[in-house]
């Protein structure tokens, strides 16, 4: 990965100086400062537009959250399940910020039931995987 120490930016921004110039730099700065603003507000427009299409999404912060520590996520979700198993009423005893079940999250969605493994009669064959 690229791994930019101070001394390296010290040379980059001295060869920027030499290749430059002093009098079109801060031209230049200029120039990448609007570019950012631009892209920052191309940002915010794109996220107003998908959060008005879809009211229910999580915040940014939580999305973020979410995919930095996704063992966080999944451990919640196991608590929610536990508690749903265990018959508890209100699974907002074992974590009081969550909604009480995984269909009010936007980002979880609901279980199908399990279907029953297909029942194959017949001798085994070599493509078996329980002979394995």
């Given at each position: 990965?690229?791994?930019?120490?101070?001394?390296?930016?010290?040379?980059?921004?001295?060869?920027?100086?030499?290749?430059?110039?002093?009098?079109?730099?801060?031209?230049?700065?200029?120039?990448?400062?609007?570019?950012?603003?631009?892209l920052?507000?191309?940002?915010?427009?794109?996220?107003?537009?998908?959060?008005?299409?879809?009211?229910?999404?999580?915040?940014?912060?939580?999305?973020?959250?979410?995919?930095?520590?996704p063992?966080?996520?999944?451990?919640?979700?196991?608590?929610?399940?536990?508690?749903?198993?265990?018959?508890l009423?209100?699974?907002?005893?074992?974590?009081?910020?969550?909604?009480?079940?995984?269909?009010?999250?936007?980002?979880?969605?609901?279980?199908?039931?399990?279907?029953?493994?297909?029942?194959?009669?017949?001798?085994?064959?070599?493509?078996?995987?329980?002979?394995?």
């Amino acid at each position: 990965m690229l791994d930019l120490s101070p001394l390296k930016l010290m040379i980059i921004v001295a060869v920027v100086l030499l290749v430059m110039g002093p009098d079109k730099l801060p031209e230049v700065a200029q120039r990448l400062g609007a570019g950012w603003r631009a892209l920052k507000d191309l940002q915010r427009r794109v996220e107003a537009e998908v959060r008005e299409a879809i009211p229910d999404l999580p915040s940014t912060g939580d999305i973020a959250r979410f995919a930095r520590s996704p063992v966080n996520l999944l451990n919640q979700l196991a608590d929610r399940a536990d508690a749903r198993d265990a018959g508890l009423a209100d699974a907002s005893a074992v974590t009081a910020a969550e909604p009480d079940s995984a269909s009010e999250d936007p980002l979880i969605a609901p279980r199908p039931p399990n279907p029953s493994p297909p029942i194959v009669e017949g001798p085994p064959t070599l493509s078996d995987p329980s002979l394995n």
